[in-house]
């Protein structure tokens, strides 16, 4: 506990006072009068009093945090580091389709109409994945397919699984870029 508070401390000064044993000793012989001989000694005391006090505050107040208690700023460029390698599937791959499917839009969506104008399905996210025919898989998976991050993680999975056969509409644009 000693050494916990003396680190904490450490921390709290922030180097503006030197924070050794003897120092911390002082706290000890609060009823000793006679170890404050000096007013340099009767500062030191009280400062290192208030320090001490908010440190066990600080130690003993303390969690964990969770998730909830966290911001975790997710990218794209995070993202796409995050799922080539987890995935196994090349940064430069993932880049090339991306910017051929979406412009680096993660918000992009594209309606596909059949032959008399209604919309029948609809691309997703960064990598435009298609809801007629993965939605499924994806609510299965967890995955929202609405949500830019899930529906590129998806598509990475499926780079991952089945190469880019399901981006060959675009193969013209991303082939020269991989």
Not at 53 to 63: D, E, H, K
Not at 64 to 85: C, G
Not at 96 to 102: D, L
Request: charged share 25%; net charge positive; with cysteine.
């Amino acid at each position: 506990m000693r050494r916990k508070v003396l680190n904490t401390l450490k921390q709290i000064n922030n180097n503006l006072f030197v924070v050794s044993y003897r120092d911390i000793s002082l706290l000890r012989e609060v009823s000793d009068r006679s170890s404050f001989n000096n007013l340099k000694h009767i500062i030191r005391f009280f400062i290192y009093a208030v320090i001490v006090i908010m440190a066990l505050y600080f130690i003993g107040n303390t969690t964990t945090a969770t998730a909830e208690d966290s911001v975790i700023v997710r990218t794209l460029e995070s993202e796409v580091k995050r799922l080539s390698i987890q995935y196994r599937v090349e940064e430069k791959t993932i880049l090339a389709v991306i910017k051929c499917e979406s412009e680096l839009y993660g918000s992009a969506i594209n309606h596909n109409l059949d032959k008399d104008g209604k919309v029948w399905s609809t691309d997703w996210g960064y990598l435009q994945i298609n809801d007629y025919f993965h939605k499924k898989t994806m609510e299965k998976l967890g995955l929202d397919i609405t949500n830019p991050f899930d529906s590129l993680e998806y598509g990475v999975m499926m780079m991952s699984r089945d190469g880019l056969g399901a981006w060959k509409a675009s193969k013209t644009c991303w082939i020269n870029k991989i």
